[in-house]
């Protein structure tokens, strides 16, 4: 009937291969696009952010503690 009906084993072998190499390059990729750049500094042209309408927190001197 069809006497090359099914793949080589150097065939199924390559697909293995290429399929690995593509896993191993996309995640690679991920993790590239996911770390902080490397010539940013916080520091520079970092000032105060107001975020507009957060809560702000202050701390009670120890003796303004309640008793519990």
């Known amino acids: 009937m069809y006497p090359n009906n099914s ?3 150097w065939q199924l072998v390559m697909i293995a291969v290429v ?4 896993l191993v390059i996309w995640l690679v990729a991920v993790f590239l696009a996911d770390r902080q750049p490397r ?3 916080t520091a520079a042209g ?3 952010r107001d975020e ?7 701390e009670r001197p120890s003796a303004a503690r309640p008793a519990v």
């Not at 399929?19 to 593509?22: D, H």
């Open 19 to 22: 399929m690995a190499v593509s």
């Open 7 to 9: 793949l080589a084993t």
């Open 39 to 41: 010539g940013t500094s």
């Open 52 to 58: 507009g309408g957060a809560a702000t927190v202050t």
């Open 46 to 48: 970092a000032g105060p």
